[in-house]
């Protein structure tokens, strides 16, 4: 059975501190990506990465950065955590080839305070 | 990036029918549709790769414009497990590999 993990379901951090959110996909993909869920937004892709060491920036990059030094483990960076960043962030990975399907982590609910 | 999709809502009674509108202003390579129930990941529903192709999933349907970079996802004979919000995702010519999702289409079924 396929899987996508993420290392937490919730996560509580203060203001200002640098958050780690970690992804472990077991599926061998070449591609990985970092959503950002909000009511009424739907899911925005902050980074995508499509090999080791290789990133590109998505829609919402700001604040946030990543790191893939392995392929199958992709972290999304918060430098330093604001309010606005509380949310819920989704990992996902998927096979190199147009028209594969994106498997999808269970998510981490992030609450910056 | 974000395709738009329409409604952002649907309340139906069991056995009713619905569409799910996707539209983009790039040209598009793919066209992939997800469900989400409340609390748990998006879960695969179908892919669509070329022009006019339309796939089916159970009684669950959809189809792929490529020349007006539309999608369509028909839900017919709805059940309640149809209930969750759908998402459709689009992959982009120029970005191959890429997924974008629009803000979703909260669907309620009552019986």
């Known amino acids: 059975d396929v899987k996508v993990t993420q290392s937490s379901r919730y996560l509580v951090k203060r203001t200002g501190e640098k958050v780690f959110l970690e992804c472990v996909q077991d599926?061998?993909?070449?591609?990985m990506f970092w959503y950002r869920q909000d009511p009424g937004l739907g899911l925005r892709l902050i980074y995508f990465s499509y090999d080791v060491k290789m990133k590109e920036k998505g829609d919402i990059p700001e604040g946030y950065s990543v790191s893939r030094e392995k392929k199958e483990r992709f972290s999304l960076i918060l430098e330093s955590a604001s309010t606005n960043q509380t949310s819920m962030y989704l990992c996902a990975s998927r096979d190199t080839g147009g028209g594969t399907e994106a498997f999808f982590g269970q998510g981490t609910r992030l609450t910056v305070v | 990036q974000q395709p738009v999709q329409s409604p952002q809502a649907v309340i139906l009674r069991e056995g009713e029918d619905a569409v799910i509108n996707c539209s983009s202003s790039?040209?598009?390579?793919?066209v992939h549709w997800y469900r989400q129930k409340h609390g748990e990941a998006p879960v695969f529903l179908m892919i669509?790769?070329?022009?006019?192709e339309q796939k089916g999933h159970d009684k669950i349907s959809a189809s792929f414009n490529e020349k007006k970079q539309q999608s369509s996802l028909y839900l017919t004979a709805s059940q309640l497990s149809y209930s969750g919000t759908y998402f459709c995702?689009?992959?982009?010519?120029?970005?191959?590999?890429?997924?974008?999702f629009g803000r979703g289409t909260q669907l309620t079924v009552w019986p």
């Open positions: 669509l790769l070329k022009g006019g």
């Open positions: 790039k040209a598009l390579y793919s």
């Open positions: 995702g689009t992959e982009i010519r120029s970005t191959l590999g890429r997924l974008y």
């Open positions: 599926m061998d993909h070449e591609n």
